[in-house]
């Protein structure tokens, strides 16, 4: 156990099984970047698949709209300690994007309009795990949030969800995005507390 | 983490409060004792860490408010009403408490003693904070990098390092944007931060300055696109936000 400060009790208990640990629950949606929202009409949106071997398939927004969409509930967990739970979205399997791409890659990076990136392995993004996400609450997704199109995975922590995403490079090796590079984990398991570098 | 490589995990240090200065009504400085601090950059934070007597823990984000002294670290925290952490360290938090801390955190939103560029700090509220540790470190190098800041808030009363920022200082300009209520005896209305204030205050684009904007997130919206309207490049201009925000 920690080093106890006296006098503090605390407040919201942890015992909700949904939510890890050092994690409170809020109600809001903080929004954190980098920089300023990066502002993409869905008219110059696009997003492509690139692999290893250079070979790029894009779909412009109408052609996103027009791929299979489920909508899925989930939890959300940032790693500047807020977790959200029921979060409801509509968006694209990522495996559904993929599709018969030609690639033996392990691992995907992540590239958004405005320039932030965020490596991921390629399973995590398979079966079921991650989407493009379109929709937030019924709605099309605001800038803030990474509109009109953003990554959601919802078993890392949240800033693997890219906002804005522009493109997923599948690569044979694990390279470091914007923020593992400047100190955060590589892999950022919020179950295993993974937050920063040797985490 | 750029400038201040760390190698392995980042441990949890136990840090004894040493000193307080009391800010506002709600907000106060924090002066930790951690033996052994690594030092850090302006604008990284930490994480706190409160353990209750049955090991619960409740962890929250702190920037650092000033450069380190030794294993002296500042932090300054404003009070959140219903607050779980912010509440605590500003109310029975008590000299000689203990708490753990782990960092420095973040090596984007922050500022070097070596770069030359013109800076551009834009403060809402309790965004002050990493900002002010840039303008601290500024003096504290002899830098003379030209600095300005805007410091918007609600009433003069919310005013954090009052006695500071108050004493003129070469290189540094501040313009103060009141959005609930004026200072006595100054001219104006109350507003919000405006395209206007920022035109006049920001740095021409030619300057290539780097913009640093905290604050909550609507205002940090709002002072990006304005900036952004004005045609600073995107990649000029840092955020960090800290609040909650509604949909
Ligand atoms: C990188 C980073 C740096 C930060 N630096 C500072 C700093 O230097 N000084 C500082 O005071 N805070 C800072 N914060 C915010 C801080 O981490 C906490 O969020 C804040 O102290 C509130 O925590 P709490 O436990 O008191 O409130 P909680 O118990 O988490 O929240 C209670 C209620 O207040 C709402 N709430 C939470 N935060 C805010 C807020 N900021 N304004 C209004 N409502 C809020 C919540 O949504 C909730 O409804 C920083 C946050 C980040 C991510």
Not at chain 1, 101 to 117: E, R, S, W
Not at chain 1, 155 to 166: D, E, G, Q
Not at chain 2, 108 to 135: C, E, H, Q
Not at chain 2, 203 to 222: L, N, Q, R
Request: glycine share 10%; proline share 8%.
């Amino acid at each position: 156990m920690g080093v106890v400060t006296p006098g503090f009790t605390g407040r919201a208990r942890g015992d909700n099984p949904r939510v890890p640990p050092g994690q409170y629950l809020t109600e809001d949606f903080p929004v954190l970047s980098v920089g300023p929202t990066p502002r993409v009409t869905t008219r110059q949106w696009e997003f492509a698949v690139v692999t290893e071997h250079g070979e790029r398939r894009s779909w412009s927004w109408p052609e996103l709209l027009a791929l299979p969409s489920e909508k899925f509930t989930v939890d959300i967990h940032c790693v500047t300690q807020w977790s959200k739970l029921d979060t409801r979205w509509r968006g694209v399997r990522v495996e559904t994007l993929i599709g018969d791409l030609d690639t033996a890659a392990d691992y995907a990076m992540a590239h958004c309009y405005g320039g932030y990136t965020t490596n991921l392995p390629l399973a995590d993004l398979l079966d079921g795990q991650a989407w493009i996400a379109y929709e937030y609450g019924g709605k099309p997704l605001t800038p803030e949030h990474g509109g009109p199109a953003r990554l959601v995975v919802p078993h890392l922590y949240f800033w693997k969800s890219a906002k804005w995403v522009r493109e997923l490079r599948l690569t044979g090796k694990d390279d470091p995005g914007f923020w593992e590079t400047a100190g955060y984990h590589d892999y950022g398991d919020p179950w295993r507390e993974q937050r920063y570098q040797g985490d | 983490m750029a400038g201040t490589a760390v190698s392995g995990r980042l441990a949890w240090q136990v840090a004894r409060l040493a000193a307080i200065r009391q800010e506002t009504a709600t907000a106060r400085t924090l002066v930790f004792d951690i033996p052994g601090w690594p030092g850090h950059l302006a604008g990284q934070h930490v994480d706190v860490r409160l353990t209750a007597a049955d090991g619960y823990t409740a962890q929250r984000s702190y920037s650092l408010a000033a450069p380190a002294e030794g294993g002296r670290v500042e932090l300054t925290v404003q009070r959140v009403p219903g607050g779980e952490v912010s509440e605590h360290l500003t109310g029975p938090y008590a000299i000689g408490d203990p708490v753990e801390i782990r960092g420095p955190i973040g090596g984007w939103f922050v500022w070097r003693p070596a770069d030359r560029a013109p800076v551009l700090l834009v403060a809402g509220g309790a965004g002050i904070v990493p900002l002010m540790a840039m303008v601290r470190a500024r003096r504290a190098a002899g830098s003379r990098a030209l600095f300005r800041l805007v410091y918007s808030l609600r009433t003069p009363d919310e005013l954090y390092y009052a006695d500071e920022l108050r004493k003129p200082y070469a290189g540094l300009d501040i313009t103060y944007v009141y959005t609930r209520e004026m200072p006595e005896g100054r001219a104006g209305i109350p507003r919000r931060l405006d395209v206007a204030t920022l035109n006049s205050a920001a740095w021409p684009a030619d300057f290539e300055a780097t913009s640093y904007i905290c604050g909550p997130t609507g205002f940090v919206e709002t002072a990006a696109d304005i900036l952004l309207s004005l045609g600073r490049d995107p990649r000029s201009i840092r955020t960090e936000r800290f609040g909650p925000s509604r949909d």
